[in-house]
């Protein structure tokens, strides 16, 4: 097993212990090259996004994260992508698309920051993901935790239908339509989520609503 492979495994035993979720709709992640982005609450979300394929994830992360000798460690091991803070690293940018033009995936928080706030469904954007899924013609796939991550309380994470940016292909893009583009993507990841509980609802209504109809039935026998 490669050092990717264990280390995969052994934060997922954790995590599945202390911060458990259940995956839902990770068969929709093809093989071969994508980005996977999603919603940020802690630092241990990446484990949800490795997990919906068995194809090795390129993180990119936070330049910081790699001073850390630990945690430095562990983003060597995973061939993760540093970035400054600012997001505008042309290496990080000529790196992930190496990755993806050679077939691989790659992952981020285009939140760019965890979420710490009590009702705010997804931070602004930073621009990255959808720029990087344009220019190498790959499919976008979110990957959305229902709600905030509780210690030893389940949660689900939903992965939504791929982003299909194909009608940027091609194209001399201005920054208007790059901005427009990761506004469709917010507007995907935020949908995600809301079809997903949308259809929960509407499936337990239909369960009641049956219910009903046989006791009116028996009722009426």
Not at 205 to 217: H, T
Request: net charge positive; glycine share 6%.
């Amino acid at each position: 097993m490669s050092g990717y492979g264990f280390l995969k495994k052994v934060l997922n035993a954790f995590v599945q212990i202390v911060f458990p979720y259940k995956l839902v709709g990770k068969e929709k992640v093809q093989a071969g090259a994508c980005v996977i982005v999603g919603n940020h609450y802690r630092i241990w979300d990446i484990v949800h996004m490795a997990c919906v394929t068995r194809e090795r994830v390129h993180f990119i992360a936070k330049q910081e994260l790699f001073e850390n000798k630990f945690i430095g460690y562990l983003c060597k091991v995973v061939e993760a992508i540093p970035v400054s803070r600012d997001g505008t690293d042309a290496k990080a940018v000529l790196a992930a698309l190496r990755y993806l033009k050679k077939g691989e995936k790659i992952a981020m928080f285009p939140e760019g920051t965890r979420n710490k706030t009590k009702d705010v469904e997804l931070l602004p954007l930073k621009s990255g993901a959808a720029l990087f899924a344009i220019r190498a013609k790959v499919p976008v796939y979110p990957v959305m935790c229902l709600r905030k991550t509780r210690l030893f309380r389940r949660t689900k994470v939903i992965v939504g239908d791929a982003v299909d940016f194909s009608a940027y292909y091609d194209r001399h893009m201005s920054s208007d339509e790059y901005a427009e583009a990761e506004n469709m993507l917010r507007e995907r990841m935020l949908a995600t989520r809301r079809d997903y509980l949308a259809a929960q609802e509407a499936a337990r209504a239909e369960k009641r609503a049956r219910k009903n109809r046989k006791k009116a039935e028996r009722g009426g026998e």
